[in-house]
């Protein structure tokens, strides 16, 4: 099955920096690669996604960044607030997202 | 509140007992997947149902099994429990058809502790 990497593990940066998570994924027949944020106490809820035929997304201060031919994909944060600070998985998943499988998540802080 | 409702949201038991979590997905949704979350750890998928219908299957144990009913409803038993099962456990649903954009939207959460 679907095996994705996530790297960092921790990641602290100050106020009004970038952050970026790296992930990789192992099924070459994935499609879908959305990110979850987790606040504390709280569910995963979606931020933001790519499908495998977009390279590159972008929402406000977030954006993803996929490469099909290494098979990773990444999200980047720029001008990081306090209110960033959370959990942040990625994960994959194929046409008909019967098995998503997530990444081990990145503890981001940002400190004011 | 993403719509998805699961009970009990805490529940502390003993090792060797057996619970029952449940689940409601969102009004429409015929999808409905468990993870399992340990401490400081990551979303473990556990089984994936659609209509009543087992679609996907993970890391899950002997001792856990899950079923969807008619009404769409689910259920994950936990059986023989030991210490290390304690743990966050989602549940999380998906919309059907030409609605699904392959977001998943997260109950709130059972939290087991095993004693």
């Known amino acids: 099955g679907e095996n994705v990497e996530q790297h960092p593990s921790t990641l602290s940066v100050q106020e009004g920096d970038s952050a970026v998570i790296k992930c990789t994924y192992s099924?070459?027949?994935?499609?879908?690669f959305p990110w979850y944020k987790q606040e504390l106490g709280k569910r995963p809820q979606l931020i933001i996604d790519i499908r495998s035929n977009v390279g590159e997304k972008k929402d406000q201060r977030i954006a993803v960044t996929l490469n099909k031919t290494a098979k990773h994909f990444s999200l980047h944060i720029t001008e990081t607030q306090p209110e960033d600070s959370a959990v942040y998985f990625c994960a994959a998943s194929k046409s008909g997202n019967n098995d998503m499988r997530f990444g081990a998540g990145t503890r981001l802080t940002v400190k004011p | 509140d993403s719509g998805v409702t699961q009970t009990p949201k805490h529940l502390i038991t003993a090792t060797g007992q057996r619970v029952t979590l449940r689940c409601s997905p969102r009004s429409g949704d015929l999808s409905v997947y468990w993870y399992q979350q340990s401490l400081d750890q990551g979303l473990q998928f556990l089984i994936h149902y659609y209509n009543g219908e087992e679609r996907a299957k993970g890391n899950i144990l002997e001792r856990f099994s899950a079923q969807q009913f008619p009404d769409l409803h689910s259920e994950l038993n936990l059986s023989s429990l030991e210490l290390g099962d304690s743990a966050l456990y989602f549940c999380?649903?998906?919309?059907?058809?030409?609605?699904?954009?392959?977001?998943?939207?997260f109950g709130e959460g059972s939290r087991l502790t095993v004693l």
């Open positions: 099924d070459s027949a994935s499609n879908y």
């Open positions: 999380a649903s998906s919309p059907r058809g030409q609605a699904n954009t392959g977001e998943l939207f």
